[in-house]
């Protein structure tokens, strides 16, 4: 005396989303039942039109409908410059501050052996052939300042080695318009370490 | 040179399920389709699955794939007890405790006219029919103890005077080995309050 069946498999399907444990799950499910079958009936077919028609760029991985992403197709992008990000979502940040003209390449996640998720699963080797065009000159390292992402950047700048190329990692240090006494200590003695010319 | 459309679209869709904001439906949407296809396409199925069986029992108005739920088509229960929950998560978290014998009213929702949820929203005309069908002796009030909840047990009350209805609301007070010096003020406050003989 459950849930109805239909029911009870809708809650397990929604907790494949991450961040989604058993009670929100159910409470997703009672929600779009009651209050917004519109709703689910629109994610439904979302997520099939999603899977049908997402696929990688070829170029630099990122998601895209065609066989080329747009920002890989543009001429107007600076090839020399390649700027690895851990999802597409970072992307669309850098993007945002529209001050980067060059390519990304996106690696889909970042390395997390106990996740499983190697130098392949992130697909290094189609970094490394991609920075090794012999166009691209510097390679600016944006994985997030995670354990994982520090160390994504780390191992990716070490694969780069010997092929002759500048490799940057974007910079630590306060917010712009931080204050020193509200930032966490971590981040100022990294901006004491990483001081430069004033 | 946003997302792809149908990623996009995705995103949106995603946004229909409560609590997601716009980060978490591009993190939720990225996650599938690059790390679990599998969960995508069992979600959509299941949704489609749901919304095409799940439907509300006509007596107690919970889910359900038949016309009446098997709760209310038992005849070991008690008709004479008729239990009113805000949603069938509170039903199930009430059957677990294995100490209520009769029956339930899921309202499907609490008054919170602010959301446009009136007494017709959460069906209280067919509460009334259905406590006052001449075998329920007792109503128990099980809405939650929120300021929305309150309203609710207390619009359900007034609504039920004056049909011979023994109406209770369940109690608030300490949890089971909670501990005094633990316990928010409120609380604490309201088990003197309904303190009773030891």
């Given at each position: 005396m459950d849930n109805p069946t239909s029911l009870d498999e809708l809650i397990r399907a929604l907790r494949?989303?991450?961040?989604?444990g058993p009670k929100s799950a159910q409470r997703m499910a009672y929600h779009l039942l009651q209050r917004d079958h519109e709703g689910a009936k629109r994610l439904a077919d979302g997520l099939n039109l999603a899977l049908d028609r997402i696929r990688h760029c070829?170029?630099?991985?990122?998601?895209?409908?065609?066989?080329?992403?747009e920002r890989c197709a543009s001429v107007r992008r600076d090839p020399s410059m390649l700027c690895v990000v851990e999802s597409p979502g970072d992307l669309l940040m850098l993007e945002q501050t529209q001050s980067y003209p060059g390519h990304y390449f996106v690696l889909?996640?970042?390395?997390?052996p106990l996740d499983g998720i190697g130098p392949r699963e992130i697909h290094l080797d189609r970094l490394l052939k991609r920075a090794t065009d012999g166009v691209v000159r510097e390679v600016i390292l944006a994985t997030n300042f995670t354990v994982e992402g520090e160390a994504t950047a780390h191992y990716v700048s070490e694969l780069l080695v010997g092929h002759g190329l500048t490799v940057t990692r974007i910079a630590r240090g306060l917010p712009v318009g931080g204050e020193l006494e509200h930032v966490d200590s971590g981040t100022l003695a990294q901006a004491l370490l990483e001081r430069r010319p004033a």
């Open positions: 494949c989303l991450p961040g989604v070829g170029k630099c991985n990122t998601f895209t409908e065609a066989e080329m992403c889909m996640g970042r390395l997390s």
